[in-house]
């Protein structure tokens, strides 16, 4: 009879750190694999923790810390990671409004309604932007 035993199996790069400000994946797509088993025997689906994310172009994810701690007045030794929550910082609607705001202007795009209605971390906003900035250089303006 066979059997698996094991606590953690976890793939992930190294990560840089800019004055204490932003962490992100360096030069890859690829943030974070990590699969867990909390019993032994073979995983089933239940015991299986899986998650796989992609980071933003660096400079991008930077940037957008660099917005968020202008809109919020928040302090430089404030930790942003990109699972940061605009709301865990203080941010209202109109805090994430003008955050918003600032993104368009500091990358020339424009944000649809509905789509900055999904940015609640700083995650999502750099992948946002990478998308429309993407999007728009393929279309030539």
């Given at each position: 009879?066979?059997?698996?035993?094991?606590s953690?199996?976890r793939?992930?790069?190294?990560l840089?750190?800019?004055?204490?400000?932003?962490?992100?994946?360096?030069?890859?797509?690829?943030?974070?694999v990590?699969?867990?088993?909390?019993?032994?025997?073979?995983?089933?689906?239940r015991?299986?923790?899986?998650?796989?994310?992609?980071a933003?172009?660096p400079?991008?994810m930077?940037k957008?810390?660099?917005?968020?701690?202008?809109?919020?007045?928040?302090?430089?030794?404030?930790?942003?990671?990109?699972?940061?929550?605009?709301?865990?910082?203080?941010?209202?609607?109109?805090g994430?409004v003008?955050?918003?705001?600032?993104?368009?202007?500091?990358?020339?795009?424009?944000?649809e309604?509905e789509?900055?209605?999904?940015?609640?971390?700083?995650?999502?906003?750099?992948?946002l932007?990478?998308?429309?900035?993407q999007?728009?250089a393929e279309?030539?303006?």
């Amino acid at each position: 009879m066979a059997s698996v035993s094991t606590s953690c199996l976890r793939f992930q790069p190294l990560l840089w750190q800019s004055n204490n400000t932003c962490q992100a994946a360096q030069r890859t797509s690829l943030k974070l694999v990590s699969v867990s088993w909390a019993r032994s025997g073979f995983p089933s689906l239940r015991a299986t923790r899986f998650r796989v994310s992609c980071a933003a172009n660096p400079l991008t994810m930077q940037k957008v810390c660099d917005i968020v701690r202008k809109q919020l007045v928040l302090s430089p030794e404030t930790q942003l990671t990109p699972e940061t929550k605009f709301s865990e910082l203080g941010a209202d609607s109109l805090g994430t409004v003008e955050i918003v705001m600032g993104l368009e202007e500091e990358f020339d795009i424009n944000v649809e309604e509905e789509s900055s209605q999904n940015i609640t971390t700083v995650k999502d906003a750099a992948d946002l932007i990478d998308k429309l900035v993407q999007k728009k250089a393929e279309a030539g303006t």
